[in-house]
């Protein structure tokens, strides 16, 4: 049986879309469309509830605050990017170190929060299958110097992917290679957010994601490719 499904967007400027020029909803539009494919799926109806500039603290606020319960208890399927903005806050105060211990202590306090996160939503939403996106490294087109920037991003990664396996319904995204330097132009002219070609590329890997971890047991049965 075909029926409209609401996917729900949570966490920051990725899930909102800054970049595309082609104003197609970054790849949570891209992805909404493609949904409309799936078996299982009459229409989607989209709530994007990100924002441009979140963080994780603020995003676990947003939950606790229970201004967004309504989409969290509704939503078939949520999808999340967040943690680009606390990796950031600290490269801004650390540019030209970007040393692994200066995100080690950041990096512990991250994973809690992710945990947390995660927790608050299956308190209001048990079973809708969550798609979590990994963190890319947005320097690689500023300087092709080596740092230990790529290491700070695996570790982050990896705690992302640890959060996501503890729960069965979670499939996690690796994105990171996707925009390992500029010569396919997925950047944005802000040479920091992707490009509607980012988008598609990111929206490509969310459906590879979702076929590996399986769409029709995440979703019970309910939609499959």
């Known amino acids: 049986i075909s029926e409209e499904k609401i996917l729900v967007g949570l966490g920051d ?11 197609m909803g970054g790849y949570l539009g891209r992805f909404a469309t493609e949904m409309e494919s799936f078996q299982g799926v009459s229409k989607i109806d989209l709530w994007n509830e990100a924002k441009r500039g979140r963080r994780s603290d603020q995003l676990l606020k947003q939950i606790q ?24 806050r600290i490269v801004k105060q650390d540019l030209f170190k970007l040393r692994v211990d200066a995100f080690q202590n950041e990096l512990l306090l991250f994973a809690k929060r992710y945990g947390e996160i995660l927790i608050e939503i ?14 890319y490294n947005p320097f690689s087109i500023v300087t092709d110097e080596a740092n230990e920037f790529d290491q700070i991003l695996a ?14 319904n ?3 995204v690796p994105v990171n290679d996707l925009f390992n330097s500029n010569s396919t132009m997925v950047y944005h ?3 920091f957010h992707p490009n509607s070609k980012g988008y598609e590329q990111m929206t490509d890997r969310v459906l590879e994601s979702l076929k590996s971890c399986g769409l029709n047991q995440l979703t019970k049965g309910e939609m499959d490719f």
């Open 155 to 168: 570790n982050w990664n990896n705690t992302i992917n640890n959060v996501a396996y503890t729960d069965i």
């Open 65 to 88: 605050s229970g201004e967004i319960n309504d989409s969290l208890k509704k939503a078939d399927v949520i999808v999340m990017t967040i943690g680009g903005n606390d990796i950031m």
């Open 189 to 191: 002219t802000d040479f």
């Open 13 to 23: 400027s990725l899930t909102q879309g800054v970049g595309d020029e082609r104003k």
């Open 122 to 135: 299956r308190k209001l939403n048990p079973d809708a299958p969550l798609i979590i996106l990994g963190l």
């Open 170 to 172: 979670t499939c996690f």
